[in-house]
């Protein structure tokens, strides 16, 4: 499959992500609303991760970290609907199948969040160590994961459930490599900072400015986690309102990675999206305009002349008339709202133009043009060359 076509598809994954919640939402019993909320909350962050994903990859195929942001939301909302059937108290057919499945795919697949924080945002990265070292943690999650898989007795996802291919006798080994998972994890998730450092150290300004909003995301991460922590040792936050504090906060602080990439993209024209952003607003709000318009002057035209047929064509012919001017009129309210710095550089352009009429003297119009480029371009250097007549 072509780049192309994968990118054609790739917004199938929001999609899949959303049944995956739905199927979680339909089989889990929860014992009250609040631990219905909760759950919604996670959902949430799920969604978050797999539409921020399809917007990068949509746009730029061949980089990665779209592809990663995808992954980690369809995955761990598919990974929840697996819990959720494993531990139906009905007794579901494979519902041990799924047990074991979630038991060793949830914590380790956590490693992918590393490596998205090591290839942002270019998709590489930064040098054959930083590759080596990337390798090196999934490679350490892998067996991290293999050991969960073989270890024989109860499911960590459901205790009840026995590892139905757990293998006699490696207990104690298996034991020790799971106990060493989660440090290496956190050893990885260390190696992910210091690679942000790295980074930002080597990055021209532009590039630091997008890596601001991942750092950002990053601090509020340990912050989220310092407080949840002094939550958990201070009060009892396995029920009640606690309960959904400590999970908002943990939500908030996973959710802050495709957050920090989705402002990125908004505010310093990361992967170059602002095109579509520009045009699903536009558009979104052009098709709720004439929607609005035609069912009103429908409703109108039928209740004043009292036939419906000609209050349909009469509101077709509106609609259609409408169409440019509204178009014009909502291009220009999203540019000045969302899109500052092109509609400056639109009005700049369009005052010049407007100038240019009356301007006669040269030297007068190549300080004015020099002038506008410099406000509407920021280049680095502006020169001028005129032809000189023959």
Same mark, same amino acid.
């Given at each position: 499959?072509?780049?192309?076509?994968?990118?054609?598809?790739?917004?199938?994954?929001?999609?899949?992500?959303?049944?995956?919640?739905?199927?979680?939402?339909?089989?889990?019993?929860?014992? $009250?609303?609040?631990?219905?909320?909760?759950?919604?909350?996670?959902?949430?962050?799920?969604?978050?991760?797999?539409?921020?994903?399809?917007?990068?990859?949509?746009?730029?195929?061949?980089?990665?970290?779209?592809?990663?942001?995808?992954?980690?939301?369809?995955?761990?909302?598919?990974?929840?609907?697996?819990?959720?059937?494993?531990?139906?108290?009905?007794?579901?057919?494979?519902?041990?199948?799924?047990?074991?499945?979630?038991?060793?795919?949830?914590?380790?697949?956590?490693?992918?969040?590393?490596?998205?924080?090591?290839?942002?945002?270019?998709?590489?990265?930064?040098?054959?160590?930083?590759?080596?070292?990337?390798?090196?943690?999934?490679?350490?999650? @892998?067996?991290?994961?293999?050991?969960?898989?073989?270890?024989?007795?109860?499911?960590?996802? @459901?205790?009840?459930?026995?590892?139905?291919?757990?293998?006699?006798?490696?207990?104690?080994?298996?034991?020790?490599?799971?106990?060493?998972?989660?440090?290496?994890?956190?050893?990885?998730?260390?190696?992910?900072?210091?690679?942000?450092?790295?980074?930002?150290?080597?990055?021209?300004?532009?590039?630091?400015?997008?890596?601001?909003?991942?750092?950002?995301?990053?601090?509020?991460?340990?912050?989220?986690?310092?407080?949840?922590?002094?939550?958990?040792?201070?009060?009892?936050?396995?029920?009640?309102?606690?309960?959904?504090?400590?999970?908002?906060?943990?939500?908030?602080?996973?959710?802050?990675?495709?957050?920090?990439?989705?402002?990125?993209?908004?505010?310093?024209?990361?992967?170059?999206?602002?095109?579509?952003?520009?045009?699903?607003?536009?558009?979104?709000?052009?098709?709720?305009?004439?929607?609005?318009?035609?069912?009103?002057?429908? @409703?109108?035209?039928?209740?004043?002349?009292?036939?419906?047929?000609?209050?349909?064509?009469?509101?077709?012919?509106?609609?259609?008339?409408?169409?440019?001017?509204?178009?014009?009129?909502?291009?220009?309210?999203?540019?000045?709202?969302?899109?500052?710095?092109?509609?400056?550089?639109?009005?700049?352009?369009?005052?010049?133009?407007?100038?240019?009429? $009356?301007?006669?003297?040269?030297?007068?119009?190549?300080?004015?043009?020099?002038? @506008?480029?410099?406000?509407?371009?920021?280049?680095?250097?502006?020169?001028?060359?005129?032809?000189?007549?023959?």
């Amino acid at each position: 499959m072509s780049w192309e076509r994968a990118a054609r598809l790739v917004w199938a994954v929001p999609v899949l992500t959303l049944c995956f919640e739905a199927a979680f939402l339909a089989i889990a019993d929860y014992p $009250d609303a609040g631990s219905e909320g909760v759950e919604f909350l996670f959902l949430l962050t799920f969604m978050t991760y797999s539409v921020v994903g399809a917007l990068i990859a949509s746009r730029h195929p061949r980089n990665p970290v779209g592809w990663l942001f995808c992954f980690v939301g369809v995955f761990f909302a598919g990974s929840e609907a697996l819990y959720a059937y494993a531990r139906d108290p009905t007794g579901p057919a494979g519902a041990d199948i799924a047990a074991w499945v979630q038991s060793w795919t949830g914590e380790p697949v956590a490693v992918v969040v590393v490596l998205l924080v090591l290839l942002f945002p270019d998709g590489r990265f930064l040098s054959p160590r930083w590759r080596r070292a990337g390798v090196a943690a999934v490679v350490a999650c @892998v067996v991290w994961a293999v050991a969960l898989a073989l270890n024989p007795g109860p499911l960590q996802a @459901v205790e009840t459930i026995s590892n139905p291919f757990g293998i006699d006798g490696t207990r104690g080994v298996l034991d020790a490599v799971a106990t060493f998972g989660p440090l290496v994890l956190a050893f990885s998730i260390g190696l992910a900072l210091a690679g942000v450092i790295v980074r930002f150290r080597r990055a021209r300004a532009r590039e630091r400015r997008q890596l601001k909003w991942l750092a950002l995301a990053a601090g509020y991460l340990i912050a989220v986690v310092v407080v949840t922590v002094a939550l958990v040792l201070a009060f009892n936050t396995d029920e009640g309102a606690w309960d959904f504090v400590v999970a908002l906060l943990i939500c908030s602080g996973i959710a802050a990675l495709p957050v920090a990439a989705a402002l990125a993209i908004l505010r310093e024209r990361l992967y170059d999206i602002d095109v579509v952003i520009n045009r699903a607003l536009v558009y979104g709000a052009l098709t709720a305009t004439l929607a609005a318009t035609y069912l009103g002057s429908v @409703v109108l035209i039928g209740l004043a002349v009292g036939q419906s047929g000609f209050a349909v064509a009469a509101s077709t012919l509106a609609v259609a008339a409408l169409f440019r001017p509204a178009r014009a009129r909502i291009q220009e309210a999203v540019d000045r709202r969302f899109f500052r710095r092109r509609y400056d550089a639109a009005q700049t352009l369009a005052g010049f133009g407007a100038r240019l009429r $009356d301007e006669v003297e040269l030297d007068a119009l190549s300080r004015e043009l020099r002038s @506008v480029i410099r406000e509407s371009v920021q280049p680095s250097h502006v020169s001028l060359w005129l032809r000189t007549p023959r």
